[in-house]
């Protein structure tokens, strides 16, 4: 399994279109970094305003953590996509080459072929998410400097402690990576079907959006489903950052988010087995 | 496909033919595993092609249609990465099937930079990596010029001989199958329609299309015009073509000799295209089947 592994990832790294998205996050958060160091004071004042004369603060609020914090609600929309352009063409991308003639047909199941494909997948949606945390935390508290992160939201104020963030970033984190797996696994099961890797992108990304659509429009007539689509439990990284941690809100999204992948990836699997190549 | 039974004997170079649509390639693609049959069942060595595929594997190299590969990356770092599929290939038998197609200047660029006779040697040489016991090429000649068939055509030859590989070709030129097949099956419609030794289809008693030189030609044109038993006259570089049973021969060479022209060859020429419009009954095809 790992020289298969091994494969799918110099097949990944091959192609330019993998570099699209450690790319797109370098840019992204830099720009982002040099817009909070001449806006950030703004930002400050607006949300201290709409605290009213009720708190003092001292110190800098639009700090390094802060700014990292914001710069996770990338997770939403902008990260899924860079994620839909390496899932989307792990397998269908083989079609569209015709490599699949030379590759399955060496004295290797296509159960483990698949497998080697899914952990390159997995990996690369780690990576992703892993740049972000580095570059946003690394760079912002270098560039804004660190401090105390200050949470306005709809549950309240929440002020954590700059060592007691840095536990909480990493939980986000790793609920950030566990929800975009489950995209990498929808997108994956795109590309099962498939012989073209645009199929698999828009498809995502198409259901995100109408997902997603579903689940921030509040009426009575959604409230029944709404619990259950998975972009509604795109906001598990945010439990991260409540106090205390709903735990119960947590296990709800992650066996949400754990059916829907094991779903997408079982459903990938049958297919491939079955599936003819033709090209 | 429907019934069909193959025998091919170790070390031979097997000829698989058939017209468009007859089914060779699909019966390929299921021996590879590559699609599924939608009913009933293949073996392949014994083994099931639907359950034990990753077993016979082990023993069979192919080249299916065009030779793709992974462009970005060199011809080596394509071969390494396919022998890490297989239980002991490592980087020295790649270099070493490079050098047998004749590639191994050219193994450290990349393969998008390969003309599509490169690609179809590179594609001989994966399938050679794990010393397979049989190697199916699937039209391994397509797109090739002259000089690219003739290459593969030693290489094939080479390898059934010098390997002692057994070679599963299938093609739809005739003269390819001809030159280098020792057996080989015809299909259509995914029935298996005869096979055996090439020779056997290959008879001079069978063969109709006969090649004349003579002079004066224009003579022996107009004595074979007239003649009620021969058909379609063909002059091409010198020599009269012409069909004729191979009873009525005599009498061709009679009446010529009738008329003062004088004979230099009298050569019935045995192809297997004339036994394969025999059997399919269509026009010329200029050395492939329709």
């Known amino acids: 399994m790992w020289h298969l592994f091994v494969n799918e990832i110099i097949k990944a790294f091959s192609k330019w279109r993998t570099y699209i998205g450690f790319g797109a996050i370098g840019v992204g958060v830099i720009l982002a970094m040099w817009g909070f160091s001449i806006g950030g004071s703004s930002i400050q004042r607006d949300l ?85 945390a580095i570059l946003s935390l690394g760079l912002g508290n270098w560039w804004l400097g660190t401090g105390d992160v200050f949470i306005v939201d709809e549950q309240g104020i929440l002020i954590l402690p700059w060592d007691l963030a840095l536990a909480r970033f990493a939980l986000a984190y790793l609920f950030a990576f566990y929800t975009m797996f489950t995209v990498a696994a929808l997108t994956f099961l795109f590309s099962v079907m498939v012989t073209n890797a645009i199929g698999p992108i828009v498809g995502t990304m198409a259901i995100i959006t109408v997902s997603g659509l579903l689940t921030i429009i509040q009426l009575d007539a959604f409230a029944w489903f709404q619990q259950h689509l998975f972009t509604t439990h795109f906001v598990l990284w945010q439990y991260a950052f409540r106090d205390p941690i709903p735990w119960e809100q947590v296990m709800d999204s992650v066996i949400h988010l754990g059916l829907y992948s094991a779903s997408f990836v079982a459903v990938a699997f049958v297919l491939f087995r079955r599936k003819n190549v033709l090209t | 496909m429907n019934q069909l039974d193959l025998e091919v004997k170790e070390g031979e170079i097997f000829g698989f033919l058939g017209p468009n649509g007859s089914g060779k390639t699909t019966t390929i693609r299921l021996l590879l595993s590559l699609i599924r049959p939608t009913e009933g069942s293949a073996r392949l060595f014994g083994q099931s092609i639907r359950r034990e595929y990753p077993r016979y594997l082990r023993q069979v190299g192919a080249l299916v249609d065009e030779a793709d590969f992974y462009l970005n990356l060199s011809a080596l770092t394509n071969l390494k990465l396919l022998a890490r599929l297989h239980k002991g290939v490592d980087e020295a038998r790649c270099r070493e099937v490079l050098r047998l197609v004749g590639l191994e200047e050219r193994a450290h660029d990349r393969v998008k930079t390969y003309s599509h006779g490169m690609c179809q040697r590179l594609g001989i040489a994966q399938a050679l990596l794990h010393r397979p016991r049989l190697l199916i090429l699937d039209e391994p000649t397509t797109g090739l010029d002259p000089q690219g068939m003739h290459e593969v055509r030693q290489m094939i030859r080479r390898f059934a001989h010098e390997e002692g590989m057994t070679i599963f070709l299938s093609s739809h030129l005739l003269n390819e199958v001809e030159q280098i097949c020792t057996s080989m099956a015809v299909l259509n419609e995914g029935k298996l329609l005869v096979s055996g030794p090439v020779e056997q289809f290959l008879s001079a008693e069978t063969a109709t299309l006969t090649e004349l030189q003579a002079d004066p030609i224009s003579a022996a044109r107009t004595v074979l015009e007239g003649l009620p038993f021969v058909s379609q006259v063909e002059e091409q570089n010198g020599r009269l073509h012409f069909r004729v049973d191979h009873q009525h021969r005599p009498k061709v060479a009679r009446a010529l000799t009738e008329q003062a022209v004088e004979i230099y060859s009298l050569t019935p020429v045995s192809r297997l295209e004339d036994y394969f419009l025999s059997l399919f009954g269509s026009p010329d095809t200029g050395g492939e089947l329709p």
């Open chain 1, 48 to 132: 201290l305003r709409r605290l009213g004369d009720e708190f003092i603060t001292t110190g800098n609020l639009a700090n390094g953590m802060w700014a990292s914090y914001l710069l996770m609600n990338t997770l939403f929309i902008h990260i899924p996509f860079l994620i839909t352009l390496m899932a989307g063409d792990v397998v269908a991308g083989e079609g569209t080459a015709g490599t699949f003639r030379i590759y399955l047909t060496r004295p290797v199941s296509r159960t483990r072929v698949l497998t080697s494909k899914l952990l390159a997948t997995a990996t690369y949606t780690g990576s992703i998410v892993l740049l972000l």
